[in-house]
Each structure stands twice: as C-alpha cells, then as structure tokens.
C-alpha cells in the first residue's frame, strides 16, 4: 500500500512538472490568448552609462514592454551611434540611440560607412546635440569666422564635437592652419583651459544645458558664438542633418541668457532593425508618442521634445510601422 502511494505522488509529480514545462514552452513561443503575435526579447542599444542615451534607454524599457508583443527588451551600454549602427546591421541590436549624422553617412554610404550602405528606419526624432561654441569675453571672438588666429579646444579625436567643428569651420572656409593653436580636448578639460587662458574658445556638441559650459559660466565672463545666416545656410546645404536651434533667454534650465543664441544642431533619433515587423514597430511608435505626452518624462532631454514634430525631418526613411502610426495621427510632413 505505501508503495502505491508512493508511485502515485511521484507520478503525480512528473504530471505537473511536464504540465508547467509544455506550459512555460507555450509562452515562451508567444501564446498570449488574444494576442495574435508572438512575444519578443529585444536588444536596445544606447551609449555610455555615463553619457543621455544609457538613461533614456532605461527609462523607455518599461513603456516599450508594456507592448503585448515585447516579452523582455535589454538595454545595453555601446559605443553609441556608430556601434549601434552596426550592431543592428549584424542582428545584435534591433533598436538603438543615433546621431542623425552618422544615420545619414550609413544610409548614404559616406564616411565611417563608405561603400558600404545600411538599411536603417526610423522609429522617431529626439532631442538635438546642438553645436555651442564657447569663447571667453576677453577674446574678442563674435563670430566663427573670429575664432581664426586663436587657440580653440575642438573635441577629442574622432568624436561627433571635432566632426562638427571641422564642418563649422569648414563653412566659413577655415581649417585648423588657421588656428593659432588647436587642443583635441574633452568638455572638461577644455573648460580647465579656457578657465588657465590656454583657450580662447572651444566646441561643446551635447544637450542643453551641458553642465562643462555652466561650470565655466560660474567664474568667467562667456560669449556664446553664434551660428547663423549664411554660415548656417552653407552648412545645412552641404549636410543637411543640421538644423536651426535657437537656446532661449531667460530659461534658467538653459543657461538663463540676457539674449538668445542662435546656432545649429544635430538630431538624434530611435532606429529600429528593418526586420521587425511592421506591428510591434507601430504599437512601439505609439508608446512612445503616449508617454511624451505625460507627466512620467523623467530625463530632461526627452522633456525638450514636443512629440507633434518627431516624425519629421529625419534623415533616415520610417519603418513601415512607425509610418502608419503618424500618418493616422497626422503629423507627418
């Protein structure tokens, strides 16, 4: 007789295990009752943890898996835009953060991608990195074309700053042989510069405000060089990922200017892999649109956007899904 209970309880046992195991099987195919599709684990590709694409990913994961179709979505600290490109054309990401710039040379096969063309889609516009150029009062510097004959701190090597700087001064027929000296420093170490009087002006790319410029502004007398007229118009005729941004007077989150600064910026966009299905993209595209709308924005570069003019002028094409979603909204151009 305890033999048969025995046998009973362990067959009983394996019935439920294998129960829960075709069970969990099941789900993990996406067998969501009414949903019609199946469940995903997506990989998003940002930046550096230190850096506004790592917390922006972390603070969209929530509202993207919110989506009946996204089982689970990982966010993952890259070497932002470039890698992220990169990383969705070799399957290892399926969304991503990217500058606008180096979407365009991508799609366009220039640049880091030269021959070698990728298909990337747009989910969305963000925020701009916009180009702030910084001169100390005591330089005399007004305008770009000023900043030749003087000591200007241009970016690290290879970053998106010196990439903007060399087109900046490109578009007023400059170059670094102008310069009397040229220092490939970082935000922090070109305000230190400028701060000793090594520096008479420097290139900052990023949101704004940027923290670098504000610290400097605490102790020295600034000028905000302007980017604008016929500097801005060559430069957006030749890339046309620039666009017009002008930094407010009086906004205290910004600077708090006696009179605004006109210059340029580049947009950064969402990017998805062209492989995701045109469903999950516009359910996704719509989440995203729902949450700028609210209260819950928490990181302050998602705060500046104004989610009507999100879809328009990218220079990547919309996947198929995102398009549908802003054309039933009507905001597209």
Known sequence: ???????????????????????GSNSAGGDNGESSGSSQSLVFGTGGTSGTYYPIGG?????????????????????ASVANIQNIQDGLNQMAIVMSDVAYDAVEGKGQFEGNTVDVQALAGMYQNVVQIVATEDSGIESVEDLKGKKVGVGKVGSGVEQSAKKVLEAVNLTYDDMSKVTHTGYADSVQEMKNGNLDA???????????????????????????????????????????????????AKYNLDNEVVTVGIQNMIVVSKDLDEETVKDLTKRYYDYLGTDEVAVGALKQLDRDEIAKGLIAPLHPGAKAFYEEQGILE
């Open 1 to 23: 007789m305890l033999k048969t209970k025995v046998l009973g309880i362990v067959l009983l046992a394996l019935a439920m295990i294998i129960s829960a195991c075709g069970g």
């Open 202 to 252: 420097a290139f900052f790319t990023s949101g704004v405000p940027n923290s670098n410029i504000t610290d400097l502004m605490q102790q020295n007398d600034i000028t905000f060089v302007e980017i604008k007229g016929e500097t801005a118009e060559a430069l957006k005729e030749k890339y046309p990922f620039y666009k017009d941004y002008t930094i407010p007077a009086g906004d205290e």
């Open 59 to 79: 603070a969209l994961k929530p509202i993207f898996e919110q989506s009946d179709s996204i089982g689970n979505i990982t966010v993952e600290s890259t070497g």
